[in-house]
């Protein structure tokens, strides 16, 4: 019982940290807007680089061998059983709904995550973060809040992205393989895909880079003494991103559909 209760402590004062950590970061933007707003605007466009841009390559090839494997695969069983219409259907359900936001997730949390969390745990071995409060600089406002934002803006776009290589790319790269014509196959993925579907993938891709960002930059913030913890709080934090991003997307796939 000892344990049990320990265990349910600890997670508690986890997931009350992270919150309070998330109300900081957002509260810092208005309480701290007129303090160099210039500077946070730079930090937030160089993390929507480094994670968006600098991962293009290999979203790219992620998205073009998705979408090639499930269109050939779907578009063989379906000419066997006589419904070739049916392919748009489950490439928005396979790619759109699910995959193209969980993969994308995995890639930045891979990426991006684990930088983030080294990054500030190498920062507070350093004494960095000591040296900015004694500066008068709010760290939440200047570290933290730009990572969130901008890797929250970089995963959605980065789906986007991933959703449209995946789809087109897929299925020019399947043309080899699968004699069908682009026009009826826009033409049936535009029938298939709908508002909700957009707005679906959309929010669940604005929820993971949110996880993303929160998770690995709180574990980057827990090193206390020395070096040897950053390669340990990088580790935790890409695990609990992970298992955070499955659970959250079990929970809203479950709210869609029920």
């Not at 063989?76 to 699910?98: A, K």
């Not at 897929?170 to 014509?181: A, H, Y």
């Amino acid at each position: 019982m000892e344990a049990i209760g320990r265990w349910v402590n600890d997670k508690l004062r986890y997931y009350l940290d992270l919150s309070t950590l998330l109300y900081l970061a957002f509260k810092e933007i208005v309480t701290e807007r007129k303090k160099g707003s210039s500077l946070v605007l730079e930090i937030t466009l160089r993390q929507i680089y480094f994670t968006g841009v600098e991962a293009l390559k290999v979203i790219t090839l992620v998205s073009l061998a998705l979408g090639t494997v499930v269109i050939v695969e779907s578009g063989s069983q379906m000419r066997l059983l006589g419904g070739t219409q049916f392919i748009s259907t489950i490439l928005v359900i396979v790619i759109l709904r699910e995959l193209g936001p969980l993969l994308t997730a995995f890639i930045v949390i891979g990426r991006s995550g684990t930088a983030i969390a080294a990054e500030l745990g190498n920062m507070i071995v350093a004494h960095e973060l000591e040296a900015i409060r004694v500066m008068g600089i709010n760290p939440i406002h200047f570290i933290v809040t730009p990572r969130i934002i901008g890797v929250t803006i970089a995963v959605v776009c980065l789906t986007i992205y991933f959703n449209a290589v995946a789809l087109v790319g897929g299925f020019l790269v399947s043309t080899f393989i699968l004699p069908e014509d682009l026009p009826v196959f826009l033409n049936e993925l535009i029938i298939s895909l709908t508002v909700t579907d957009l707005v679906f993938g959309i929010l669940k891709s604005a929820i993971f880079g949110l996880l993303i960002g929160l998770i690995c930059t709180y574990h980057g913030l827990t090193v206390r003494y020395s070096s040897i913890e950053v390669p340990q709080v990088a580790t935790r934090g890409v695990v609990s991103a992970i298992l955070a991003i499955i659970g959250f997307n079990v929970l809203l796939t479950l709210l869609f559909y029920l």
